[in-house]
């Protein structure tokens, strides 16, 4: 069964910021949570798959065809959501519709209007009057409305309450009951991907950490909790990085069951995609003996 | 069909999921040749992803509880059912004749191993 | 295309009313004045200015951005703005030399065919101002362009000026009508070089 998203040594270089040799692969009928913290190379992930911006390496195929030149048909069947609605404040949802039917061929009007009812948005209320939350469903309805394969999200839910964000994702998990549809989740806010999501790759100072599943990660990564002393009976290799407080010591460990052999006794609690984070980039600021 | 999962318990989720199907297998609240929710639907249900649902159903598979027919769903399995109880009375057998062993070699007595057997079926 | 078309026109719905309304205004103060060719002149202007201002909606609310993750080509975009510049200076000019011919010609000791003359030479204009414009937007933005375009506008008449002031002697009426009349072709050129260059420059903008 072919990939949804093949993405193979990809590098964008900026001046101050490059992203380096990333590859993953998406399949088909799941979802993927794209996590860094702010800056990492999510979003130019995102874009370069949308060729928003031009890769300067590497290659990247959206349902086996080439992203760039295969462009326009790849876009049709993509579903885009990004962190701002793209259209005016003084459109409407019904504006949103006449321009949306004249792009897509593919265009239901009527998904459109069910998908309007369900988030409560009014066809003639203009955007300008929209709280972020609804701007949020718009974005989604739209991009659900065409019937795409794939859908992306990059930071659809910043700003928004829980109970939002608890809609969308039960959106995300209807979407990919169709197993031949894939979503790719952009966030740093990790506990939404800790519900849903299928895949995890994680991006830091523009190099890919990991990319596997979800499950794994949560069997595989743990926090060692000790004393300082203890601490200093550690083995370097084990840690990916670490924090001290004034009564012990927390660090990250990458294979949790081995280091539950190896140092017995010591209390080990599994890791929170937030924390596994947190602790990475903690290595780089010194928290790494 | 009710699951219940516990994010803070010891036990890896998939094996919740498969354990508690097993039950109701066993128990026969389950009947052979009854359909099982599909995997992404139990997923989505439960929230949680795909990839558990999936393990804990071939789990179910691997040990004869369920069959899986691709395009149709999964289905409590039929007349395999006796011969899995039976398969599993007989690996505790041979699981529990290991322990009469190292009992009676260490003058151990009946007693006493059937109180370890009580207690371990009430902790797990 | 024809989406972004009407997601202009549905943007700049206000704007446009606005400007008719404005178009109202200058028509009372050339019926006061007597002179035709002044409404016209001001309305082309204003809604040449429209262009610019949706290009600035397109920039605040990074429509670009959005549109490109569409079926949408580069290509597409570029041209649906060249389209929407002249549709609207055409049907400003079109819609103020009709006023105007109406209503005040009858009151002026203006000819029709002079008339038709300044609605022409405003139209040329026009078509020249977008094909500055609209590179420059792409190149430089909206804002540092709104700058320059005040000057580009304010370039003719210092040239005039300064023209004048040389005491070299004025093209003669017929050296005017007859570079009106081989205007044409030029100006198609000016305008499809302006696009190429928007194109290229377009092409190579990351977003």
Redesign the interface.
Known sequence: MGKMLQMEDVSKIYDEFALKDISFSIPKGCIMGLIGENGAGKTTIVKLILNLIQRDAGQIHVFGLDNIEREAEVKKRVGVVLDEIGFGEELNAANVSSIMKNIHRNWSEAAYSEYLTTFNIQQKKKIKDYSKGMKTKLSIAVALSHNPDFLILDEPTSGLDPVIRSEILDLLLDFIQDEEKSVLFSTHITSDLEKIADYITFIHDGELVFSRDKESVQDDYGILKCTMQEFGTIDRDDIIGYRKNRFGCEALIANRQEADIKYKGLAMDPASLEEIMLYYVKAEEGGRA | MDIIISNSSKK???DQIAAQIKDMIMSGRLEAGEALPSM??L??EL??????TK?AYEELERDGFIETVTGRGSFVAGRNLEFVREEQFRRIEEHLAKAVDIAKSSDIRLDELSDVLETLYEEI | MKGLMIKDFLTLKKSIATMLLMNAFFLVFAYAGGDPSYAVSMTAIMFSMLTLTSMSYDQMTKWDRYALSMPVSRKEVVISKYLLAILLSTASVLLSFTASFFLILPKSDMSAQELMLVAYTVFVVSQVYIAIVLPLIYKFGVERTRIISIGVLALPMVFVLLFVKSGMQMPGEEQLLFALKCSPLPVMLIVGCSFLTSLKIYRNTEF
């Open positions: 890896p989720i998939y992404r639907v997923a989505k929230r949680i992803s795909v990839i558990t393990r």
